[in-house]
């Protein structure tokens, strides 16, 4: 190669610049090692409590990539989080600047969110937490764990540490509901992502355990504490402090499920771990401390001399160990007070409260703690009749949690209730219209404060809870607007109205938005089996632990029931976590869910015809309340309860029911049954159909409250039969009216507005327990009861004649063809589903009512049993559902939320009308009312006079005993009554 001078020294040149480049490079390089390495030491010496070091180190790289020409973003920002996190641990004030200036920079770099940025809020939200600015924390954390659901990240230790602030800052507030949401969140994410040994996770399972004893769910409290306890275990002695603590907390669960012996067990054991110890003054005061919590146990026992006597060795201890004067020593007070109080000593009692409040107040001025003993005051003055003192401290301590921002005004339901109540005890005494005046408002705070709870309550049993609860207020309250006297004031009669809806099936109206807002929200196939997937795996769960309550006689505290119990804790705690993210990424299912607004009365008449009248029923212990809505009116009834109406229920039921299910049938026992029956029902009627008798349209729609549900208003008389043993000669309430169902006004409006989701295939009919080609002995008397699990054999002639009527519309599928897989493989897709079958009703637990279909033999196996609970999981899209079968329409009491059987389990899944049974049936005379009714449906009859016009007919075409209530009335319409088109 020929090169001159000059191409030689620009070669030259060239080479040696490169190499200083690259020289360059390096260097550059080994720099940027060094100072991400920095950072990497800042975090682990904050982590192993060298703050210093870790402030210098961070700094350093922080200053380096701040003045670096081509720094990237993304080292900038690791260090501002780090010297931010540093500064925190210093206290230094300008660590707030440095987490935001981080969080920024972390947006730029992934503006739908990350994993840094979730760390740097979640230090953030810290500093402001701890800076008292509490709701700029709660912000800042929401948003950040919002961000994590979107990019769908919330599985990690940011997600968790997020959900502790946000609980712990809903706990401060008084949310307990929330906070409960949000620590079970972080309790599911922290065991699967970080284990059980994890601090966090650790700290998560303390803090439930709070919130389940702060709304009475001991028994899951017990289930956090036993894991809690096995976990310390495995890293701590026996004999260690915190041992000693969880072994209190294991007695205060055992207490409140009143397990005494196993509490005073737990605590003795607390007591000891203590003894063993030198005696030195912080022991004597744990000693101390451990009488008390024995005397307690005593206490809730009304141990009374017992539980004083154990007080009082506290009040020993604490005299020891120098604490009369400590705020500690409140809490010994406290326990004299309330013993003081059970033994009605109530000068002596808040002459302790006092002192309690003494040591305290100087510590921590009039906070929360101060409040609660106020009410215990309060309570006391009430107990003495002194309502004016005891209205005074309950507005002490209602005043207090006014004057904090930080308090959640929701927490006062329960002392705005026990205020308005001595208000309206107060007003008993006086007269005093000012003072009614007053308990209405307050019973109004109380009532706006629990709805509130409730409607941001995202765990059944929270929420189950809290309807409890409404039970309670809802007659009080309504109590006080009827003697108010101006029930029609329009402001009055909403309130009363939207208490009485409350009153009524909240669960089952929540969950069928809950229901629809996957159905119409355009949720992924795959999200919803996911949700329905832990439904079922709940059930079986839940189905396993029945098992071996009532069939092994395990008792619930044993530990294989406690496993079991921990696991459907664990999976309802997986579905809450799911749905919170459905919401996050789903707008419209949020919107959905949140759409379950109290139907008002004007928007309910706009859908009553003319020949409609929709009472609403509301028992209290002292009045029947019926609301009775008509197209163009409404009027409040109040009836005075003269007599023990859930006597009369029961009595009319047996007088219906028992002669024709008795094996010994004698003339005697029916005329004794026909009296009974006869008296209690004209009973009934006086008191909840003659005070309403001239309101009243043809077409009765009942909204029936409690045990109101079980009975059969057609067979209602007005005046008692000249010739009893004639049922032809009945004033039965049916001759005059149609009669309908539903569980809620509310529920009512859902389903009687127009839905473009009912199925386009007919008719699906099942007769699991008859033969195709079986004829029965049609002069057969009414004999045979679908009460057994054995053949049916009306019930094949039954479809066969439905089928008939339809000109043979009906998909029809016999004995073994009409199975559980079938029904469920096929069920969505029909607009009328017929179950002629045998079914039952637990009045114990409503979802383990079933319907049973055909197996391989007629032995009583579970796999044919459908049961409600696995019915509320499925998906109708049915207008109708007929279930001939018994007693589909009863099932388990709830407070506040009626009936849980069969029939509210298919409504919940998509049905909008439902024929149902009231108890068991017979054979014959359930095919003739079904003959009857689908050929009133084929001429156009609306459900419900296509009911009336079938049982009316089966009267008047049998004789004698045959035309007996008990084989017609037992069949209801619920829900939309339109007809079938």
């Given at each position: 190669?020929?090169?001159?001078?000059?191409?030689?020294?620009?070669l030259?040149?060239?080479?040696?610049?490169?190499?200083?480049?690259?020289?360059?490079?390096?260097?550059?390089?080994?720099?940027?090692?060094?100072?991400?390495?920095?950072?990497?030491?800042?975090?682990?010496?904050?982590?192993?409590?060298?703050?210093?070091?870790?402030?210098?180190a961070?700094?350093?790289?922080?200053?380096?990539?701040?003045?670096?020409?081509?720094?990237?973003?993304?080292?900038?920002?690791?260090?501002?989080?780090?010297?931010?996190?540093?500064?925190?641990?210093?206290?230094d004030?300008?660590?707030?600047?440095?987490?935001?200036?981080?969080?920024?920079?972390?947006?730029?770099?992934?503006?739908?969110?990350?994993?840094?940025?979730?760390?740097?809020?979640?230090?953030?939200?810290?500093?402001?937490?701890?800076?008292?600015?509490?709701l700029?924390?709660?912000?800042?954390?929401?948003?950040?764990?919002k961000?994590?659901?979107?990019?769908?990240?919330?599985?990690?230790?940011?997600?968790?540490?997020?959900?502790?602030?946000?609980?712990?800052?809903?706990?401060?507030?008084?949310?307990?509901?929330?906070?409960?949401?949000?620590?079970?969140?972080?309790?599911?994410i922290?065991?699967?992502?970080?284990?059980?040994?994890?601090?966090?996770?650790?700290?998560?399972?303390?803090?439930?355990?709070?919130?389940?004893?702060?709304?009475?769910?001991?028994?899951?409290?017990?289930?956090?504490?036993?894991?809690?306890?096995?976990?310390?275990?495995?890293?701590?002695?026996?004999?260690?402090?915190?041992?000693?603590?969880?072994?209190?907390?294991?007695?205060?669960?055992?207490?409140?499920?009143?397990?005494?012996?196993?509490?005073l067990?737990?605590?003795?054991?607390?007591?000891q771990?203590?003894?063993?110890?030198?005696?030195?003054k912080?022991?004597?005061?744990?000693?101390?401390?451990?009488?008390?919590?024995?005397?307690?146990?005593?206490?809730?026992?009304?141990?009374?001399?017992?539980?004083?006597?154990?007080?009082?060795?506290?009040?020993?201890?604490?005299?020891?160990?120098?604490?009369?004067?400590?705020?500690?020593?409140?809490?010994?007070?406290?326990?004299?007070?309330?013993?003081?109080?059970?033994?009605?000593?109530?000068?002596?009692?808040?002459t302790?409260?006092?002192?309690?409040?003494?040591?305290?107040?100087?510590?921590?001025?009039?906070?929360?703690?101060?409040?609660?003993?106020?009410?215990?005051?309060?309570?006391?003055?009430?107990?003495?009749?002194k309502?004016?003192?005891?209205?005074?401290?309950?507005?002490?301590?209602?005043?207090?949690?006014?004057?904090?921002?930080?308090?959640?005004?929701d927490?006062?339901?329960?002392?705005?209730?026990?205020?308005?109540?001595?208000?309206?005890?107060?007003?008993?005494?006086?007269?005093?219209?000012?003072?009614l005046?007053?308990?209405?408002?307050?019973?109004?705070?109380?009532?706006?404060?629990?709805?509130?709870?409730?409607?941001?309550?995202?765990?059944?049993?929270v929420?189950?809870?809290?309807i409890?609860?409404?039970g309670?207020?809802?007659?009080?309250?309504?109590?006080?607007?009827?003697?108010?006297?101006?029930?029609?004031?329009?402001?009055?009669?909403?309130?009363?109205?939207?208490?009485?809806?409350?009153?009524?099936?909240?669960?089952?109206?929540?969950?069928l938005?809950?229901?629809?807002?996957?159905?119409?929200?355009?949720?992924?196939?795959t999200?919803?089996?996911?949700?329905?997937?832990?439904?079922?795996?709940?059930?079986?769960?839940?189905?396993?632990?029945?098992?071996?309550?009532?069939?092994?006689?395990?008792?619930?505290?044993?530990?294989?029931?406690?496993?079991?119990?921990?696991?459907?804790?664990?999976?309802?705690?997986?579905?809450?976590?799911?749905?919170?993210?459905?919401?996050?990424?789903?707008?419209?299912?949020s919107?959905?869910?949140?759409?379950?607004?109290?139907?008002?009365?004007?928007?309910?008449?706009?859908?009553?015809?003319?020949?409609?009248?929709?009472?609403?029923?509301?028992?209290?212990?002292?009045?029947?309340?019926?609301?009775?809505?008509?197209?163009?009116?409404?009027?409040?009834?109040?009836?005075?309860?003269?007599?023990?109406?859930?006597?009369?229920?029961?009595?009319?039921?047996?007088?219906?029911?028992?002669?024709?299910?008795?094996?010994?049938?004698?003339?005697?026992?029916?005329?004794?049954?026909?009296?009974?029956?006869?008296?209690?029902?004209?009973?009934?009627?006086?008191?909840?159909?003659?005070p309403?008798?001239?309101?009243?349209?043809?077409?009765?729609?009942?909204?029936?409250h409690?045990?109101?549900?079980?009975?059969?208003?057609?067979?209602?008389?007005?005046?008692?039969?000249?010739?009893?043993?004639?049922?032809?000669?009945?004033?039965?309430?049916?001759?005059?009216?149609?009669?309908?169902?539903?569980?809620?006004?509310?529920?009512?409006?859902?389903?009687?507005?127009?839905?473009?989701?009912i199925?386009?295939?007919?008719?699906?009919?099942?007769?699991?327990?008859?033969?195709?080609?079986?004829?029965?002995?049609?002069?057969?008397?009414?004999?045979?009861?679908?009460?057994?699990?054995?053949?049916?054999?009306?019930?094949?002639?039954?479809?066969?004649?439905?089928?008939?009527?339809?000109?043979?519309?009906?998909?029809?599928?016999?004995?073994?063809?009409?199975?559980?897989?079938?029904?469920?493989?096929?069920?969505?897709?029909?607009?009328?589903?017929?179950?002629?079958?045998?079914?039952?009703?637990?009045?114990?637990?409503?979802?383990?009512?079933?319907?049973?279909?055909?197996?391989?033999?007629?032995?009583n196996?579970?796999?044919?049993?459908?049961?409600?609970?696995?019915?509320?999981?499925?998906?109708?899209?049915?207008?109708?559902?007929?279930?001939?079968?018994?007693?589909?329409?009863?099932?388990q009491?709830?407070?506040?939320?009626?009936?849980?059987?069969?029939?509210?389990?298919?409504?919940?899944?998509?049905a909008?009308?439902?024929?149902?049974?009231?108890?068991?049936?017979?054979?014959?005379?359930?095919?003739?009312?079904?003959?009857?009714?689908?050929?009133?449906l084929?001429?156009?009859?609306?459900?419900?006079?296509?009911?009336?016009?079938?049982?009316?007919?089966?009267?008047?075409?049998?004789?004698?005993?045959?035309?007996?209530?008990?084989?017609?009335?037992?069949?209801?319409?619920?829900?939309?009554?339109s007809?079938?088109?």
């Amino acid at each position: 190669m020929n090169m001159n001078l000059r191409e030689f020294w620009l070669l030259i040149l060239a080479i040696s610049l490169s190499s200083a480049l690259l020289y360059s490079q390096k260097k550059v390089n080994t720099r940027l090692n060094d100072h991400l390495q920095l950072i990497s030491q800042s975090d682990s010496f904050y982590t192993v409590g060298l703050d210093s070091l870790a402030e210098i180190a961070a700094r350093k790289s922080y200053v380096y990539f701040s003045n670096a020409r081509k720094s990237k973003l993304i080292h900038k920002a690791k260090a501002a989080r780090s010297l931010g996190i540093a500064l925190k641990s210093l206290k230094d004030s300008a660590s707030i600047k440095y987490l935001e200036e981080s969080v920024g920079l972390f947006k730029k770099i992934h503006p739908s969110g990350s994993l840094d940025e979730a760390n740097c809020i979640y230090h953030l939200a810290g500093l402001y937490y701890n800076k008292k600015e509490k709701l700029r924390a709660d912000s800042i954390a929401l948003a950040g764990w919002k961000m994590l659901c979107h990019v769908q990240q919330e599985n990690s230790r940011e997600g968790v540490r997020l959900l502790k602030i946000l609980g712990s800052f809903q706990t401060k507030k008084g949310q307990h509901n929330l906070a409960f949401d949000y620590f079970s969140k972080a309790l599911m994410i922290a065991k699967e992502k970080l284990g059980v040994n994890d601090n966090d996770y650790l700290d998560v399972l303390r803090k439930l355990t709070k919130m389940h004893f702060y709304y009475g769910n001991f028994n899951q409290a017990l289930l956090t504490t036993n894991e809690l306890f096995e976990l310390e275990l495995k890293n701590l002695s026996i004999d260690h402090h915190e041992i000693a603590l969880t072994y209190q907390t294991l007695s205060d669960c055992e207490r409140e499920l009143n397990h005494y012996d196993n509490a005073l067990q737990h605590q003795f054991k607390s007591l000891q771990i203590f003894l063993d110890k030198p005696q030195t003054k912080e022991n004597i005061y744990e000693i101390a401390c451990n009488y008390s919590y024995i005397g307690k146990i005593y206490f809730s026992q009304s141990k009374f001399e017992l539980a004083e006597e154990y007080f009082n060795k506290c009040d020993t201890g604490f005299t020891l160990s120098g604490f009369t004067n400590k705020p500690e020593y409140g809490f010994v007070c406290i326990n004299l007070g309330r013993i003081n109080n059970s033994k009605l000593n109530f000068e002596r009692a808040i002459t302790y409260f006092n002192k309690a409040c003494s040591l305290f107040r100087p510590v921590i001025g009039e906070n929360l703690t101060i409040g609660w003993i106020y009410t215990y005051i309060a309570s006391a003055y009430a107990s003495m009749q002194k309502y004016d003192s005891s209205v005074s401290y309950y507005n002490k301590y209602l005043s207090i949690l006014n004057s904090s921002e930080h308090l959640s005004k929701d927490i006062e339901y329960k002392e705005n209730f026990a205020k308005a109540e001595v208000l309206y005890n107060w007003y008993n005494q006086t007269k005093k219209d000012s003072l009614l005046s007053e308990c209405l408002k307050t019973f109004d705070l109380s009532e706006k404060n629990l709805n509130r709870q409730l409607n941001s309550a995202r765990l059944d049993d929270v929420r189950k809870s809290l309807i409890f609860d409404y039970g309670n207020l809802i007659e009080k309250y309504i109590g006080a607007l009827i003697n108010s006297g101006n029930l029609y004031d329009s402001i009055q009669l909403n309130t009363a109205w939207r208490l009485s809806e409350l009153a009524h099936s909240q669960l089952l109206y929540s969950s069928l938005q809950e229901s629809q807002a996957k159905k119409y929200s355009k949720l992924l196939k795959t999200e919803i089996e996911k949700d329905s997937s832990l439904s079922y795996s709940i059930l079986n769960k839940s189905k396993e632990l029945d098992y071996i309550i009532d069939t092994l006689k395990i008792k619930v505290t044993e530990p294989q029931a406690l496993k079991i119990q921990k696991e459907i804790v664990d999976l309802q705690y997986k579905q809450s976590l799911l749905r919170d993210t459905l919401e996050i990424k789903y707008p419209l299912y949020s919107k959905w869910k949140e759409n379950n607004t109290i139907v008002n009365i004007s928007s309910l008449q706009e859908n009553l015809s003319e020949q409609q009248t929709l009472v609403e029923y509301l028992l209290t212990s002292k009045q029947i309340i019926a609301f009775v809505i008509n197209k163009e009116s409404t009027k409040i009834i109040s009836t005075p309860i003269e007599f023990d109406i859930q006597e009369s229920i029961l009595t009319m039921l047996e007088g219906l029911k028992s002669y024709h299910q008795s094996e010994n049938k004698t003339p005697i026992d029916y005329k004794n049954k026909i009296n009974l029956f006869v008296n209690s029902s004209l009973s009934l009627y006086n008191i909840l159909i003659k005070p309403i008798e001239t309101l009243i349209k043809p077409e009765l729609i009942i909204i029936p409250h409690g045990n109101l549900a079980n009975i059969p208003f057609d067979v209602l008389i007005a005046h008692i039969p000249k010739d009893i043993p004639n049922f032809k000669t009945y004033p039965f309430l049916l001759h005059s009216h149609s009669i309908s169902y539903c569980y809620s006004a509310s529920l009512y409006n859902i389903l009687n507005k127009e839905q473009s989701n009912i199925s386009s295939e007919n008719f699906l009919a099942m007769a699991p327990f008859a033969s195709e080609n079986e004829l029965p002995d049609f002069n057969n008397s009414y004999g045979d009861s679908r009460s057994q699990l054995g053949p049916l054999h009306y019930s094949g002639q039954e479809l066969l004649k439905i089928n008939t009527t339809f000109n043979n519309q009906f998909k029809i599928y016999y004995g073994k063809q009409a199975n559980i897989n079938t029904f469920r493989s096929k069920a969505s897709n029909f607009r009328i589903l017929h179950l002629a079958t045998h079914s039952f009703a637990n009045q114990t637990k409503g979802n383990n009512c079933y319907v049973a279909f055909a197996t391989d033999t007629l032995s009583n196996s579970s796999s044919n049993l459908l049961l409600s609970g696995e019915i509320y999981n499925m998906n109708f899209n049915a207008e109708l559902i007929v279930l001939s079968g018994c007693e589909t329409g009863i099932g388990q009491l709830q407070q506040g939320e009626g009936i849980v059987s069969l029939s509210s389990a298919f409504i919940h899944s998509g049905a909008r009308s439902i024929i149902a049974s009231l108890w068991k049936l017979n054979d014959k005379s359930t095919m003739i009312i079904m003959d009857y009714f689908y050929q009133n449906l084929k001429n156009g009859r609306s459900k419900n006079i296509a009911l009336r016009e079938a049982k009316l007919r089966f009267i008047q075409e049998n004789p004698g005993l045959q035309s007996h209530p008990y084989y017609w009335s037992a069949f209801s319409c619920i829900g939309n009554v339109s007809p079938i088109h």
